[in-house]
């Protein structure tokens, strides 16, 4: 309902600025930074650029990564709300997070979504692939949530609910991140995909704001969606990309 988006959208929203106001005050204290906007992610959404605060450890706050349960198992409820959803009322209610929330852990939620369906990246999911940023948050939220273990019980808990909780863990779509599905759905596509040439301008942009450590991550990515690099096999698809990691 509405209602339950807009206090869903409040309340991470304000741990998210909690959390990026705590990082800014620590890095101060120490010197280490001077005015600072905080961490987080551009997207376009309905053609304007829109700001999502918060970091990668913000970004897994859906896996229950370093921070406390009643936000994970929020964030959790909404996953599993929009798996539920049929096609027409999943989409609106993706257009409605995009467009009213401010914090990169509804889009680790949403990237679960693209893991698990990659074909909404070339729908209603598209904003996720604006900034290179997000498949990079993808994998180190990925990793931090594998690292943070299930609770096998919890006192008093029906032996029912711990076995769903681990069953949630071993989801398929928990198992990897948004870099790896992307690179197997282009595969998939045999890399034919209109608006990749777009994105890959847009991509390259970002490189004036990011560091070099950022862009030896992104590289491979860049190499296997540029033409330039594939090469002519026998297949009646068409060409491939040479060299895949």
Sequence with gaps: SKAALEFLNRLIDFASERQVEARKQ?????????????????????????????????????????????????????????YSLEVSERDRWIQNLFRR??????????????????????????????????????????????????????????????????AWRQLP?????????????????RFVWPPLDELRARWIRCRETRSKAFWKFFAPLLYMTDPNNWGEVPHADGPVPLSLP
């Design 173 to 189: 779509q928990h198992q990897t991140d948004l870099y790896l599905a992307f690179i197997q759905w282009l595969r998939s596509e």
């Design 26 to 82: 620590s890095l101060a204290q120490t010197g280490a930074i001077g005015p600072w906007t905080g961490p987080g992610l551009l997207l376009r959404i309905d053609a304007e650029e829109r700001f999502f605060s918060g970091d990668a450890a913000v970004f897994a706050w859906h896996g229950g990564a370093w921070l406390h349960s009643i936000i994970g198992s929020a964030l959790m409820t909404l996953e599993h709300y929009l």
């Design 101 to 166: 929330s401010h914090s990169v852990a509804i889009l680790g939620v949403l990237t679960e979504l693209a893991v698990a369906t990659p074909a909404l990246l070339d729908g209603p999911l598209r904003p996720l692939l604006d900034d290179p940023d997000v498949l990079r948050f993808s994998q180190e939220a990925h990793f931090e949530v594998l690292r943070t273990p299930v609770p096998a019980f919890w006192p008093r808990e029906p032996g029912e609910r711990a076995h769903l909780r681990q």
